[in-house]
Structure formats: C-alpha cells, structure tokens
C-alpha cells in the first residue's frame, strides 16, 4: 500500500458527461501528479500540483481540468466525454517536486 | 520516435531464471531513473531509483544506467512468480517540474 488513495474505484459514464475524480495524497507530500494509462498510449502524464499551485502540464486536454486543495487532496475534472476517455487514471505524491513518486490504486473509468 | 522505448514483450521464463528489461531513451537530459512493477489492475509500485549513470542493487533487483548510450537496464535474479507483472521503466531530467517520462511497460511472466 503506498499511501495514496483514489476514489471511486471504477466509473461507468456515459459519452458527454462529466465526472471528478479524487485524490488524497500520502501524508505530508505536498506534490500530486494525475496520469492516464490507456492500451495503446501506455502511462502519459496529464498535470502537477504542488501545495496547491500547478507546477506542470503534460498532454492534458482542455475538457480536463485539476485541482488542489489547502488540505493537498486533489480532484481531477473530466468533461464531454468522449468514448476514448475510457482508461485508468492514476494519482502520485512525492514529499516535494523533485523526489520519487508513488502511485495510488487508481480508477477505471468506462465511456459507453 | 517516442521519447522513451521499451520491448512490451511479452517476455516468459521459466522460475529462477535471470529476467533482462531494458529501455533507452533520446532525451540526453534525463538524469533520474526509475522502474516500476504493475500488477494486473493496480497502480504502479516503485522498484529501484537512480541518479545517472552506474548501477544499484537491491536484493534480487539490479539496475544499470549508461548515459553515454541511453539505455537502461533491469535485471531480476532468481525469479519468481510472484514477479510475473508488467515492468515500466520512467525517467526525468533535473527540473523542478519533475514529469516522468515512462516507457510502454514490458510483460513478464514467470512459470513455475
């Protein structure tokens, strides 16, 4: 267990919603990073927070949006979705913005 | 050309074999390098973390950086089942915004 939580688990939506998905970092990291793993694109990172400010965007659509809040959970915004969204979506923390990351459990998200 | 390549294999050996991942890389900036274990389904687990070139062991892990050729490398002795996952090499250069680059993720599988 690494320490890092994600909620839910799994999602089924479907093509135009929007869903937010939640991180609670392990104790104490101040960074959280959100990657999307899909079979054919592998594990690409989206966006960085650090104690609550963006610090870095990899390949993030505009529908998708992040936060960080002052008690360093995160929350991942998903909007429009469309059937290619489907993938898991990993949370990881690290103590500060240049250290090793651990990764949460992760959640399934499924677009019909 | 994608930034970092990994062979997803996938790779089967039999138990106690010796299992050889590797990756290289195009980005000379890279100086942090990491591999990770996934199992099916769950988020990635950290392995082995090092700072550029030389090699670092760790019970039956042993990774190996050589920067003058940008290639990684893991070796697992004495494998187990219990080491059957998928192995994703990752890396970033020294930057504060600390984005992990990840290869595709090579499957193995050990037969007992």
């Known amino acids: 267990d690494s320490g890092v939580t994600q909620t839910p688990k799994h999602l089924i939506t479907a093509t135009g919603q929007r869903v937010t998905l939640r991180c609670s970092p392990r104790s104490g990291d101040l960074s959280v990073y959100w990657y999307q793993q899909s079979l054919d694109q592998g594990l690409q990172f989206l966006i960085q927070?650090?104690?609550?400010?963006?610090?870095a965007k990899g390949n993030i659509l505009e529908r998708f949006s992040a936060q960080q809040f002052p008690d360093l959970h995160s929350e991942l915004n998903l909007s429009s979705l469309e059937l290619g969204d489907s993938a898991l979506y990993f949370c990881?923390?690290?103590?500060?913005?240049?250290?090793?990351?651990?990764f949460g459990p992760g959640t399934r998200l499924t677009v019909l | 050309q994608k930034e970092v390549e990994q062979d997803p294999g996938p790779l089967s050996v039999p138990e106690g074999a010796i299992v050889s991942l590797n990756c290289t890389y195009s980005n000379s900036a890279f100086q942090y390098f990491m591999w990770y274990r996934q199992y099916s389904r769950k988020g990635p687990e950290l392995l082995m973390y090092t700072y550029s070139s030389g090699n670092k062991e760790d019970g039956r892990f042993t990774a190996q950086v050589d920067k003058s050729s940008k290639y990684i490398s893991l070796f697992i002795r004495d494998s187990q089942p219990s080491d059957s996952a998928t192995y994703l090499c990752?890396?970033?250069?020294?930057?504060?915004?600390?984005?992990?680059?990840f290869g595709a993720g090579t499957t193995v599988t050990v037969r007992a």
């Open positions: 990752a890396m970033s250069p020294p930057h504060n915004d600390y984005k992990l680059s």
């Open positions: 927070y650090y104690n609550g400010e963006e610090r």
């Open positions: 990881a923390s690290s103590p500060r913005t240049a250290d090793t990351q651990y």
